[in-house]
């Protein structure tokens, strides 16, 4: 069983008379910040000018500044930058001005893990990830909750640069809800894979096949919409409360049964074997230096495969539904 920390496991005093830096005012790091801040915490941002993220670091009464001058007046310095923006970063704003005995922190690892970001002899890496996106971050500190989260320390990490981890944790009210011990390795696999294979590529994937049959069979675009996208949410929200025993107990017994004998047919052990070859590919760095090419390519592909799916009959006749249904906040990016 995992090693899982509460408030009680933390001491924030650990963080006194330090400075944390936030690198980047984005999902993660408007929220990190702010709820460092509202712990006692001392926290500057590091943070381009001439973008929305800077004027919201200053309505949020933070004076942002280059990363260069977060890192210099920093101790611990958190790069919570898109992780395929970190390793430039790294290079030329942050490691020029680490110092021995600053602890490089992360809420993914895998610019660490994969070796982009390298620091230097007496620094200390770790890695401090809420399970969660950063707006929920913000908003359940704000409610006295916290989101989740995962502590990992790097090969080289004193006792001390665990506790400040178990400190950060607490500053930013994870260890309200609970923070696990994992590595560097883990998290990074385990995210990477739980995203490609369930949450967004094997999720959409599913949505999107479905939605196409009934649609062409001949049925209206509505009823599938309905069917294959909006009534996902119901589901997953039986599976978050009680798991997919809940699920069984909640739906009607057609349901169930057809759950059983239909459900192997479309995940089959093919599937699973594919997905073996996934997580194969994460661990060897394959997908990795795929990743990493597709960005000094200038994200050609990415960008193309973005542009063609934004425009999926699913999401059209999503936006328009959408718009109708008052109780939703609907969103349109
Ligand atoms: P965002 O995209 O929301 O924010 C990125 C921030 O970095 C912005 O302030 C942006 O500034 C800045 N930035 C982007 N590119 C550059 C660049 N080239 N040079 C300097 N600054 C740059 O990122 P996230 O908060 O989503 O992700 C941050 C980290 O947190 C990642 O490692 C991610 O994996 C991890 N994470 C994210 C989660 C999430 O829910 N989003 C959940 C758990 C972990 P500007 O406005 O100027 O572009
Ligand atoms: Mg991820
Ligand atoms: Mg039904």
Redesign the pocket.
């Known amino acids: 069983t995992a090693k899982i920390y509460y408030d009680n496991d933390a001491d924030l005093s650990v963080l006194k008379g330090k400075t944390i830096a936030i690198?980047?005012?984005?999902?993660?790091?408007h929220a990190q910040a702010q709820n460092l801040r509202d712990s006692g915490c001392t926290v500057i941002i590091g943070?381009?000018p001439?973008?929305?993220?800077?004027d919201l670091a200053k309505s949020h009464g933070f004076e942002p500044m280059s990363?260069e001058e977060a890192t210099k007046k920093a101790d611990i310095i958190n790069?919570?930058?898109?992780?395929e923006?970190?390793a430039?970063?790294y290079k030329s704003c942050v490691q020029p001005n680490l110092k021995t005995g600053n602890v490089l922190m992360?809420?993914?690892g895998?610019n660490i893990h994969f070796n982009q970001v390298v620091p230097p002899e007496g620094v200390d890496t770790l890695l401090v990830?809420?399970k969660?996106?950063?707006h929920l971050v913000r908003s359940e500190y704000e409610k006295g909750g916290g989101v989740p989260g995962l502590i990992a320390l790097g090969d080289t990490a004193s006792d001390e640069t665990r506790q400040i981890g178990l400190a950060y944790a607490k500053g930013i009210g994870a260890t309200r809800g609970g923070v696990i011990e994992t590595t560097f390795a883990e998290e990074t696999e385990t995210d990477l894979f739980g995203e490609q294979v369930v949450l967004c590529g094997g999720l959409s994937e599913l949505i999107k096949a479905g939605f196409e049959t009934l649609v062409e069979a001949g049925y209206q675009e509505e009823m599938a919409y309905f069917e294959c996208m909006h009534e996902v949410k119901l589901i997953v929200d039986l599976f978050y409360e009680g798991g997919l025993n809940y699920m069984r107990y909640s739906v009607s017994n057609t349901a169930e049964f057809g759950d059983y004998s239909t459900g192997p047919r479309i995940i089959t052990p093919e599937t699973k074997a594919e997905m073996k070859k996934v997580l194969n590919e994460i661990q060897d760095g394959t997908f990795a230096r795929n990743w990493i090419l597709e960005n000094k390519a200038g994200a050609a592909r990415f960008k193309a495969i973005r542009r063609r799916e934004r425009t999926h009959q699913v999401e059209e006749v999503g936006k328009r539904l959408r718009r109708l249904m008052s109780w939703i906040d609907a969103k349109e990016v």
């Open positions: 690198l980047g005012y984005g999902s993660q790091g943070q381009r001439g973008s929305p993220n800077y990363a790069m919570l930058l898109p992780d923006a970190q430039d970063v992360c809420s993914h895998f990830a809420p969660g996106p950063g």
